[in-house]
């Protein structure tokens, strides 16, 4: 979201016109109105931003300690496809993670980004992966927090980023309400806006007392 600046499809000056949506589509084990399915396989694709170009997200989860269908053979043959061993292969695929693809190569993380693997990796070994560069590190959650509440700068995912951020993410639980239909998302309106029913669950009917 901070790297490939995704947040910027939020902000708008009021002379400017509005962007091309955010699609995402769903492929799930069943539509469950009450949880989670047991597998999904989530696309979300977003428009460029600027001069950086479209690109698109997909979201692999099943139960553990496996991904939905197919998803894991996918993902070890792109891992090799840049270089990796097998030993890489069982590394690089735990329960949790990400995958970013590039023109130059592939980065894989751990679930919360604390390890970094670049490849090819003869192609990155001289690159420093045990910290940010562009960013301070970040003492943590909690931390961050205490310290804008005792008047220091703000936290890292503060509301200005958290905000989009989960809008971004929740359309993915409401596309698997609607499994195998594409919905187009208008940030700036935050509505759905191909899909009347999809964008009523973006809400809930709060009960009368209970409205901010």
């Excluded at 990796?84 to 069982?90: G, H, I, Q, W």
Aim: glycine share 8%; charged share 25%; net charge negative.
């Amino acid at each position: 979201m901070m790297a490939l600046d995704i947040k910027q499809l939020w902000d708008r000056e009021p002379a400017e016109p509005a962007r091309r949506p955010i699609r995402v589509e769903a492929e799930c084990s069943e539509v469950n109105r009450l949880s989670y399915p047991r597998w999904e396989r989530i696309r979300w694709s977003v428009p460029a931003r600027g001069p950086a170009p479209p690109l698109q997200f997909t979201w692999h989860h099943g139960h553990p300690p496996d991904y939905a269908p197919g998803s894991r053979e996918m993902l070890a043959g792109l891992l090799r496809e840049h270089g990796a061993s097998d030993l890489d292969v069982e590394r690089l695929l735990p329960m949790a993670g990400a995958i970013l693809v590039g023109r130059e190569g592939l980065l894989a993380t751990n679930s919360h980004n604390t390890g970094v693997t670049l490849l090819p990796k003869e192609k990155f070994e001289a690159v420093d992966t045990r910290g940010p560069v562009a960013i301070a590190r970040s003492p943590g959650h909690p931390q961050e927090w205490i310290h804008a509440c005792r008047g220091g700068p703000l936290p890292l995912t503060n509301f200005e980023y958290a905000g989009p951020q989960h809008d971004f993410l929740n359309l993915g639980d409401v596309a698997t309400q609607f499994a195998g239909e594409a919905l187009e998302y208008d940030p700036l309106a935050g509505r759905i806006v191909n899909h009347p029913e999809a964008d009523a669950a973006l809400h809930y009917e709060y009960r009368p007392g209970w409205i901010l």
